[in-house]
């Protein structure tokens, strides 16, 4: 069976206690399995990896090189993840790059993503919806 890769980085593992006027209410297990019924249309099963340090985040990306897609929300990292923007770039299928909140609608220091340019598209601002529209963008182009 065919893997999609659903990344999430530092303090998301906490989704639905964390600041939900901004995150929302959801929990990373409602987005689990909001992504893996999205990728069930193609037969694929979601491999959810949550990290809230970046080595953790690059060895999963690592470890799942021979995935079909990956949906990643950097967190923090999106502003500085050198080394995780390196894993990925070594990635060789789609990648989405996902936040819940629209960045750019905040502090400006969240406006500058380093791994935005490699991903094959990105979604903000739609809360969890946003992985869904992102596992649906998978279902939907990748070959
Ligand atoms: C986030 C936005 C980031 O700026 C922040 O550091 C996060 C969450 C989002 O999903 O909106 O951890 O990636």
Same mark, same amino acid.
Request: charged share 25%.
């Given at each position: 069976m065919s893997d999609v890769l659903l990344l999430n980085g530092p303090n998301l593992g906490i989704l639905g206690r964390r600041q939900p006027e901004i995150? /929302?209410?959801?929990t990373l297990e409602d987005v689990e399995r909001a992504v893996a019924e999205e990728v069930s249309a193609r037969g694929w099963r979601v491999v959810a990896e949550q990290h809230d340090c970046e080595c953790g985040l690059i060895r999963a990306v690592q470890d799942n090189y021979d995935s079909v897609g990956a949906i990643v929300n950097p967190g923090a990292l999106m502003i500085a993840g050198w080394g995780l923007r390196d894993a990925l770039a070594n990635y060789p299928r789609p990648w989405l790059e996902v936040h819940l909140?629209? !960045?750019? $609608?905040?502090?400006?220091?969240?406006?500058?993503? !380093?791994l935005a340019p490699l991903a094959s598209g990105l979604i903000a601002g #739609? /809360? $969890? #919806?946003g992985y869904r529209l992102a596992a649906r963008a998978l279902v939907n182009t990748v070959e």
């Open positions: 995150y /929302g209410t959801d909140s629209n !960045v750019w $609608a905040r502090e400006s220091f969240r406006h500058e993503s !380093v #739609l /809360g $969890a #919806l």
